[in-house]
């Protein structure tokens, strides 16, 4: 599609007529080219996450050492000292909490964490459980493995920075991970991953998985989706996407249709994190929702907040974003519904060294049929670039857009997740 240049709006027709976003046109697969012009030197301002890579010495979980899949007959030593246990019945340890209303947190039930050094590898019907993992390159590792659950458990992943996720599923059915966090212990202090492989979920061709109350720090993207329709994530937070381009976001949505993103939150500190899209929904992830969450930073020039890549009837629902710079919400898709959504204080500096936003700071980007209702928006950078695109310049928009400047407000509560172990 060609969007038609309105007034001197120069900026914002270079961001939508560059051959279609002609940088991801390569294929919509995460791979691991990173932009040469990008600076991942800006220092940090914030704690680095790395302080978390070890438990202090009051909280030093116990130590299990080469462990080992136990009998599917009944739990045996190996399997109390390693938390996996084969076989075992799937029984929630979820503790039900007031999500975004301002006691945001949902919270994990006690439990002592067992260390375990190295990549752990499931078995179909496994239930591992209860683990403080150090890995030097991936976490927990399924292949060809199914109904396996994960819960209550703390990954440091990636720990010699030799890549690899937190955790690796692949041809993975049913799967269901609850009450996790995810480390990446080898980002570097700011700026992006080295090799951009660095997710802290990657969903592989494994439909149906499950995940609930996971946090993620400084992974290249938080959970990543590819041809893993009829997910339903719940409870997710994340702390400082690394990137690099294709990644940065807390979720991607690749090929993977009628999944579903609710009560989510995270926070991009703008001199540390190396975002793109926030929230990605692509080509062949058609009725995907994604509802109450809150955004908080995008560095990136050319990424959005929520992006709808060729995703058809999508519904996104009650999402606050703060300091976006590129753009907030963003349609290049058909049939897609933005409802009570809202955006404060987007700038229009570069942010790390990054490069201004080539958008020119336009929040609200529309298709030609996008229905966007009940939107605002606080303080814009630029009060003259509030909406472009689907000939809405030129009066010939075929949909709806309804959208007004608010005074005053505050965004959502954030959501945290609160572990055991925090």
Do not use: C, K
């Not at 994990?108 to 260390?115: F, G, I, K, M, V």
């Not at 009725?287 to 020039?301: E, R």
């Amino acid at each position: 599609m060609r969007f038609t240049r309105h007034n001197d709006s120069h900026a914002r027709n270079d961001f939508w007529n560059r051959g279609e976003r002609d940088r991801r046109n390569a294929g919509s697969d995460q791979t691991t080219t990173a932009p040469a012009s990008d600076d991942p030197t800006a220092p940090s301002t914030t704690p680095s996450t790395s302080d978390l890579a070890a438990p202090d010495a009051a909280a030093a979980p116990e130590t299990a050492a080469d462990a080992t899949v136990g009998s599917p007959s009944s739990p045996s030593t190996a399997e109390a000292e390693t938390g996996v246990t084969t076989g075992a019945p799937v029984l929630s340890d979820v503790e039900a909490a007031a999500l975004l209303t301002g006691t945001d947190a949902a919270v994990s039930e006690a439990a002592t964490l067992t260390r375990h050094d190295g990549t752990l590898y499931a078995n179909s019907g496994d239930v591992i459980e209860n683990l403080d993992i150090y890995a030097d390159g991936v976490g927990i590792e399924l292949e060809d493995d199914d109904n396996v659950t994960i819960r209550n458990v703390r990954i440091h992943y990636n720990g010699a920075s030799e890549g690899g996720f937190g955790i690796d599923a692949v041809d993975a059915d049913g799967l269901t991970i609850e009450g996790v966090e995810l480390i990446n212990a080898g980002a570097p202090e700011s700026g992006p991953t080295s090799e951009g492989e660095e997710l802290g979920i990657g969903l592989y061709n494994s439909p149906g998985a499950q995940v609930s109350r996971a946090t993620v720090h400084d992974a290249s993207t938080g959970i990543y989706l590819q041809d893993s329709p009829n997910a339903v994530l719940e409870g997710i937070e994340g702390y400082n996407m690394r990137g690099p381009f294709p990644g940065g976001q807390l979720v991607q949505f690749n090929r993977s249709g009628d999944s579903s993103l609710d009560t989510f939150y995270v926070y991009n500190d703008l001199e540390t994190s190396w975002t793109e899209d926030n929230i990605h929904v692509g080509e062949g992830s058609d009725g995907v929702t994604i509802t109450n969450g809150l955004i908080d930073g995008n560095n990136s020039p050319s990424g959005v907040g929520v992006m709808l890549e060729g995703a058809q009837n999508t519904t996104v629902r009650n999402v606050d974003t703060v300091h976006m710079g590129n753009g907030a919400f963003t349609d290049i898709g058909s049939n897609n519904l933005f409802d009570d959504v809202r955006s404060f204080d987007n700038f229009a500096e570069s942010q790390a060294g990054r490069g201004t936003p080539m958008s020119g700071s336009l929040i609200f980007g529309l298709a030609d049929d996008t229905t966007l209702i009940n939107g605002a928006y606080q303080n814009p950078a630029q009060p003259e670039n509030i909406v472009y695109g689907g000939g809405i310049q030129d009066e010939a928009f075929g949909g709806t857009f309804e959208a007004s400047e608010i005074t005053g407000q505050a965004p959502m509560a954030a959501y945290h997740n609160t572990f055991s172990w925090s």
